[in-house]
Structures are given as C-alpha cells and as structure tokens.
C-alpha cells in the first residue's frame, strides 16, 4: 500500500476527528524486531486502565457502565438520548474518562438522566460493577450524581488562581488531603544535600487516614498491581527478542522498578534508557508526565513502542551533533548555560503503539526524562514522531483554515512553502534541545513553580526553538532553505497562540491545558511588548470584520523572543514563583469574550474537529506450529469503536 492510498482520516464526534497512523517500512523490518515490537505494545496497551483510574475515581466503572448499557440497548439507536448516550461513551473512550482531555471540564451528558436511569436500572445485576455488598440502586445512585451534577468534582485538574487546587480537582492522585498538606509532605522529604533527588510522588497516591498521611504505591504488589503485573509478564517476554544485550538491561530494570515501586530504581532505569542508543527500537512505559496533577508531582501512566525513521533521523542528528553551539549562543543569562551539554540524542520515530495517556490524543514529539539532574549529568532522549505529523498534514491539506484564518495570500503562500518542513523542525528544536537546555542554580527547588511549573517549562522549550528558528545556523546547517522560512513558523505559531487556538475552549471559559497555556503566554506576551512600545512589531488588526494576526517586523520579533526566552529561564533557574505565577495570569488564562466568540463562529463554519487522536493498528502475530511468533502482521481496518470495546475486554485488569 502506498502512502497515497492511504486513509488517514476517520470518523467525526463531538469536537474530535479520528485519524489512523501508518508503520512506514514495518514489512521490511526483522522477525525479531517485529516480535519485540509486538511484546512492547502489549504491555502498552495493558497500562490503560492504570489512566482511566488516575483520571478520576469513577472513569472505570463509567466507562464499564455505558460498555454494557449500550451493548444492551434494546430500542432505536436513532433515538436522540441513545445517540447521546452513545457520543458520551466515545467521548470517554477518547479522553479516558468523564473529563475533556485539553480542557479539564467534565462533559456534559446530551441524554437525560431519566433515560439513564430506566436503561441502568434494565441491565442484569451479574454485568455492573457492583462492589462487594453494592446494590444496583446504590450504583444508580452514584452515577447519576456523578454524571449530572454539574457541581460535584467538575474539573479534573483545576489550576486557578487563589484557590485549593488540590481539594478542587477531580483526578484521583489524592484523597483526602489538601493542597498545604501535600506540600509539606513532599516538601520534608527533600534534601537540599542530595544531589541525585529522587521525584518525589511520582508513582503514588496520597492519602489520609485517621490524621495521618501515607503514600498508596504503584507496583506490582501495591496500587494497580493487577495492571502491573500484566505489563511485566509482557515486558519479560519482550526480553527474548531483544536487539542487543543493552536493551534488555533497560527492560530489566523497568522491571525491577514495578516490583519495588523504588524512585530510586527508576533513575537508574532512566539513566540506564537514556544512555541506551544501539537498535531501531525503543520505547516509554511508566508514570511519566505530571500534567495531570494540578502540582506536577504525579506521572500518570503512559506507554509508546517506537522504531527510527532513518531518513529523517538525519535532521535530528544534526541539531544534537550542534547542542553545545546552541547552548553557548542562547540570549539567556550566561550563569543558566549549561557549560558542557551531555548526552543529547534525538531521533525521527514511527510510532508503533500508543497507550495510556499518549492515547488516543498524543504527542508529536517526547523529551526524556524529565529529572533536571539527570538531563545535566546524562543528558536526554528526544524523539519527534513522523508518522504522527504526517497522519496530522495529510488530514489538515485542502480544510480551508488557512484561507479563513491567514490575513493575506503572502503569507498563506509562504506558509504553504514552508509550514510542515518548519514545523516539524521547531518540534526537533522543541523536543532535542529545548527541554534539555540551562540548568538550575545551586539550591534551587526543581519543583519551586508548582502548578506553573509545567506551562514554564514548555514555554522555555518553545521559545527556544522559535529563538533558534530565525538563525543564519539553521540554513548553514542544512535545516532550512533559506532565510525566508522561519517566517512561516512565526506566523502560525502567533495566530495560534492568540487566536485559533482558542476554538478549542468553550466560549467563556478559561485556558487550562499547559500546553494552550504556554502558547497563549508568549503570543500575548510578544503583543503586548514591543521593544519601544513603538514599534508596532506585530499586531491583531481586523479586515473586513475579522481580526488577524499581522507581524509588521519578523526580525525584531525575533529580539522579543529572545528577551522571553532569557526572563522564562531565569524563572525556572531561580525557582521565581512569584513571576512565573504574574506572566501566566495575565498572559496566558483569559481570553477576550468577543474576540473568542469571533474565532468560534468563523471554525463552525469550515466544519473541522478541533482535536484530534488516532486509532492504532491492530497487531496480528501468526503463531507457528512451535508456539513462536513466525509474522506480525498490521491491519489499519479496525473502527474506533471496535477497538475501544475490544480494549475494554482483552486489557482490563482493575475492573
């Protein structure tokens, strides 16, 4: 199958499209590399039940609920709260869980609670989640206020400001405990001494009980233990088919780390993985990203299998084979420079499975891991994802958004020429360099921004790449044509950062995702700060009833970068709570009603989901005579529905 002939788009919901992802080359790779990959993503896809429940208490038995109550619906599935009922179930399927995966919001059910009741209450007791003594009005019960109680746990993750935020989010990391409490606990077991910190909480939940506070540990015989060992027994036979005698030391010690639930464990693994390079396959399975935990602390479980794009792994290499020159010729303060940059690799992937919170909706690109005293004495892994990008373009050619959304035929031919290529090289940038770039001064708290902490941390790696983006290095090195490109990333990173991403966020409310958050920063940020308040660099202005991004002077925005770039990272090498909390409240949380409004009512027209998430291909291992793997093979034809009730069976372990 060529890749033109391939269909990357998939079916429509609510404000998600489905896209299915291709394994370019994955015919032409070894039996063993085959096998190898196949073992990984399945102790990938058992680690998603581990999200469902971290991402809130209820989402397990939710998502149990609707499975069977749709499964066993016996009247027209035309009807509108059926249809309703049916959009929800996806919906939770996507964003693992009863909350929007971007905006934290808890969905609004489209079916009516009597409907829900009469179907519930239909359905044979044997085929509910009941627990031990739970009757099947009891569950009703729950739900129902659950589910239609706008007021009861309404965020996930709820990051405003001057509130508890750890008392008001709904993900399932605590119980029990308020905000000032979680702090302190943490807080006592640091030492300032200790130059290998391990990250505290990372694989627990955090609980009180009779007035005492304890951590609940994820391992193989502790919390999500059924999950964990399931992932064992899978990454163990992983071992068999290894490539080289290297990875299956990583592996071993990503074992040994579920079983002890050890922090410490877990560094040696992270060091052990991020000095791992030999072999076209890799992989990331674990409590990794703390994005789901209002004070970053947390990792909720993850998991993607991986192997190089050769070709395109070039332009990666060339960008860390050059790490220390970007590092010495940063606009930072010079005492926030690493003076020797160590260990940088990056590489261009084809994603082979993706799990836990890496899916449905995923990243394009991965810097690991995240321990700051590891990426300066070991350095990091980076990888951007190719075929995930690629799936992304082809379903975003010929949409009509540029020509709504771009102020001018110029520029929408400029970004025509140039926006995949420098978009994909802003990600390499983003993800090879950014992240593992400066360092923290001596005593400085790596967890000193607490909830902003994360959209710090990703407008530093943006920056960085949008610093570097305008640099005569890049055309010398081979990354950019010319010196007219970079423009085209200038561009659509501002009017996504100020305008369209806002599509989005429901109309009034506020920017909570990180990610969203750090865009929004530095856009608004540039907008309201030119260098002599004079100089109109860019602008929002409005043509013929719309407003549109205009940037009258690439090269001195590129000054103001800059300038963000070294105030972003003095904040983090500082540990400057105080003004990392100022720039995200007022650049980054608010948006203006009737701009926003704007933005909305001309998307609705182009009739474009404003999220996207993919639908992994099914892999088929043909079993020999012997009981060994003789084929993998790769079906792309399986539906997001079959693929989510198929998960629901062949994965679950915690319910």
Not at 505 to 512: P, R, S
Request: charged content about 30%; proline content about 2%; hydrophobic content about 35%.
């Amino acid at each position: 199958m060529r890749n033109d002939d391939f269909n990357y788009s998939d079916e429509k919901f609510a404000d998600i499209q489905m896209l299915r992802y291709r394994l370019n080359g994955f015919e032409n790779l070894t039996l063993q590399q085959k096998s190898y990959i196949y073992c990984l993503s399945q102790a990938t896809l058992y680690g998603r039940d581990i999200t469902f429940d971290q991402q809130g208490r209820y989402n397990l038995c939710i998502r149990k609920v609707l499975e069977v109550m749709t499964e066993e619906y016996q009247g027209s599935r035309n009807q509108s709260d059926f249809k309703g009922l049916e959009t929800y179930l996806k919906r939770v399927w996507f964003s693992n869980g009863i909350y929007h995966h971007y905006g934290c919001e808890k969905f609004v059910a489209d079916f009516t609670e009597d409907f829900f009741r009469e179907e519930l209450m239909k359905i044979d007791e044997g085929k509910l989640p009941l627990r031990k003594g739970e009757s099947k009005e009891d569950l009703l019960e729950e739900l129902v206020k659950v589910i239609f109680d706008t007021d009861f746990m309404p965020k996930r993750v709820n990051q405003a400001d001057g509130v508890d935020i750890v008392e008001t989010s709904a993900c399932n990391f605590y119980e029990g405990v308020n905000q000032q409490e979680v702090e302190h606990f943490y807080g006592n077991m640091k030492d300032a001494d200790d130059q290998e910190p391990p990250s505290y909480g990372l694989n627990s939940k955090l609980v009180k009980c009779n007035g005492q506070l304890s951590e609940i540990v994820w391992k193989e015989d502790g919390m999500y233990g059924e999950a964990i060992r399931k992932i064992i027994s899978w990454l163990q036979r992983a071992l068999k088919y290894a490539e080289n005698e290297e990875q299956k030391v990583v592996v071993e010690l990503l074992i040994k780390y579920y079983r002890t639930g050890d922090l410490r464990d877990f560094d040696k693994y992270s060091i052990k993985w991020v000095n791992q390079h030999e072999g076209l396959v890799d992989f990331v399975n674990g409590f990794i990203e703390v994005y789901g935990d209002p004070l970053g602390l947390k990792g909720t479980w993850e998991g993607i299998v991986e192997y190089k794009d050769l070709v395109a792994t070039k332009r990666t290499q060339t960008i860390s084979e050059n790490a220390q020159w970007f590092e010495d010729h940063s606009p930072v303060d010079p005492r926030f420079r690493k003076s020797k940059v160590k260990g940088v690799t990056a590489n261009v992937i084809c994603a082979a499975m993706l799990g836990g919170d890496e899916y449905p909706s995923t990243a394009i690109g991965i810097n690991l891991p995240n321990a700051d005293w590891i990426r300066a004495e070991h350095g990091s892994k980076s990888v951007t994802i190719g075929n995930l990008t690629e799936a992304y373009n082809k379903a975003m050619k010929g949409n009509g958004f540029r020509e709504e959304f771009v102020i001018d035929d110029a520029t929408r031919q400029l970004i025509d020429k140039y926006g995949d290529y420098t978009d994909d090289l802003h990600t390499d940038l983003h993800e090879c360099l950014g992240h593992g770039s400066g360092q923290l001064l001596a005593g400085t708290d790596p967890d000193a921004l607490k909830a902003y902490g994360n959209t710090n941390e990703e407008a530093r790696a943006d920056l960085f790449g949008l610093y570097y983006m305008a640099d005569k290095k890049m055309v010398e090195l081979g990354l950019l044509p010319d010196m007219e490109a970079y423009k085209s990333q200038y561009y659509t990173y501002m009017m996504n950062g100020a305008l369209t991403q806002s599509m989005r966020i429901k109309l009034g409310n506020d920017i909570e995702e990180a990610h969203m958050r750090n865009r929004a920063l530095i856009a608004n940020w540039a907008l309201d700060c030119d260098i002599n308040r004079q100089e109109n660099v860019v602008e929002i202005v409005e043509v013929k009833g719309k407003h549109y991004i205009r940037i009258n002077d690439y090269a001195r925005l590129r000054d103001i970068f800059a300038m963000q770039l070294a105030e972003i990272q003095r904040i983090k090498s500082e540990g400057d709570y105080e003004r990392a909390r100022q720039l995200v409240e007022k650049y980054a949380v608010k948006l203006d009603r009737k701009l926003h409004e704007e933005i909305l009512n001309r998307y609705a027209k182009l009739n474009i989901a404003p999220y996207k998430g993919f639908i992994n291909p099914w892999m088929k291992p043909v079993i020999g005579k012997d009981g060994e793997i003789e084929d993998v093979k790769v079906d792309y034809t399986e539906t997001y529905e079959h693929q989510m009730r198929r998960y629901s069976e062949e994965y679950a372990t915690l319910i």
